[in-house]
């Protein structure tokens, strides 16, 4: 992720303002979901909480915001297909696969929809 971020740097130049208000963003999405984490009595890895803070500093809040509905969205759908499909209940799934699939198609389809 570290790249990602230095490929912006050099792309679109540096911006303090931008930086900084990334760094905002992303300070944001991880305090929410390190609340979750605590609330849910660590039900969420802090390996999500990690890759939720780089992501939503390389992508701003608009993207961020738009990537983890959808990466909620996937993870819902995908264990009710596995709870219809299966004999045995599961409850706990990695989110770390929703949220990079969320943020992949926000990437692949923003400017299309934009």
Same mark, same amino acid.
């Given at each position: ?5 230095? +490929? ?8 303090? %303002?931008? %930086? ?28 999500? +909480? ?11 809040? +608009?993207?961020? %915001? ?10 819902? +759908? ?15 799934? &990695?989110?770390? &696969? ?17």
């Amino acid at each position: 992720m570290l790249v990602l971020v230095l +490929v912006r740097h050099f792309i679109q130049g540096f911006d303090f %303002y931008s %930086y900084l208000m990334s760094f905002i963003v992303s300070i944001f999405f991880t305090l929410v979901f390190l609340l979750v984490r605590k609330i849910t009595h660590n039900g969420l890895g802090f390996g999500d +909480v990690k890759l939720i803070f780089i992501t939503s500093f390389c992508f701003g809040l +608009v993207k961020s %915001y738009i990537a983890l509905i959808l990466a909620c969205l996937f993870g819902i +759908v995908f264990i009710a297909v596995k709870n219809k499909n299966s004999q045995e209940k599961i409850n706990k799934v &990695p989110f770390a &696969p929703f949220i990079s699939s969320g943020y992949f198609l926000v990437q692949l389809f923003y400017g299309l929809v934009k």
